[in-house]
């Protein structure tokens, strides 16, 4: 990422989760950049970057911002469902188009004398306010299908209200009796092969593991400053022992997660297939992000929580992405479990 856009996502960083959405500058500077290209097919002017590109490409933009991060990640995800299901090819007219969606089928194509109509309601959709493109999970008859629909003919009903990754905007999408041509329909390609949704989940772990540098960031400038600790005789954070372990086990875990999100991007790649094994390596690795962040705050003390500092901000985003349902750390463990005990 270019120092220009990572100034431009910080700076306004705030201003994404008080609105609850990214900033309009942000969104400028990720399109500029081509990261809503990053999983357009070559073939429709984009680069379908492999899953260590993506996954690099998002957490550095965490380090910035987490929110306008995932939201460029579930513009991935979104088409590479596209892509992967065949869908009509005017979805990728615009090769920097933002696209949303979801898998889960929680609406319903009623056939008719003049074509199929959509009704139903997806709930949170990250970056629905901005995208151009819905990939939505839909019923047709008793096939589980997907349907590309423009945002224009969809309603958003505010209903993101969350502690942290305030500003992805994950709404709900709301379609009434929404026209829908039988070529944005098509069945839903599920992931042949683990690596199909090992990619999905990176896109999850990305920003989460982002975020925790952009965290760490923050702290290592507290301790190249004149602060010290609270209550002590120490005159720069530096000086103290303990504050030096905190720093390095937090430096470590970060470390360990960047490391284990590469190695995991780098087995989709190569066509992945060990699902209960990389399933739990996904969770772990959030974990990690997670206790990382907690050391950091203890280092950060109370002024870590203040609203103008930016730890509290990449605390509650870990806290919240890190417990996405693709980093589920005790179903990943009870399905590692299974695995290792089948058969026995």
Known sequence: MSTTEFKILAANAAVTEEQGRPAAASLEAVRAAGDFALRTPVEHGGAWAGAVAVSRRLASLAQACPSTAWNVGTSAVAKTLAARSGLDAALFADPLAQACGTGVPTGQLERGPHGARLNGSWVSVSGCEDAEWALLGVMDGAVFSVAAVPLADLRVEHTWDMAGMRGTGSHTLVARDVPVPDH??????????????????????????????????????????????????????????????????????????????????????????????????????????????????????????????????FWRDVAVAGRHPHLNAYLATERYGEALTAGL
């Not at 982002?210 to 400038?221: D, I, K, M």
């Not at 190695?263 to 996904?282: Q, Y």
């Open 184 to 313: 944005r329909i098509a069945a839903a390609k599920l992931p042949g092969e683990y690596a199909d949704l090992l990619f999905y989940g990176l896109t999850a772990l990305a920003p989460v593991v982002g975020a925790t540098q952009g965290a760490l960031g923050v702290v290592r400038e507290m301790f190249a400053s004149d602060r010290k600790p609270f209550m002590s005789a120490h005159a720069k954070m530096g000086e103290s022992a303990g504050a030096r372990h905190w720093l390095a086990r937090a430096t470590a875990l970060t470390g360990r997660a960047e490391r284990t999100m590469l190695a995991l991007a780098a087995e989709a790649e190569a066509g992945a297939t060990d699902a209960p094994r990389l399933g739990l390596e996904l969770a772990e690795a959030s974990r990690d992000c997670r206790a990382a962040l907690e050391l950091l705050l203890d280092l950060g003390g109370t002024r870590g929580f203040r609203r103008s500092n930016d730890l509290q901000r």
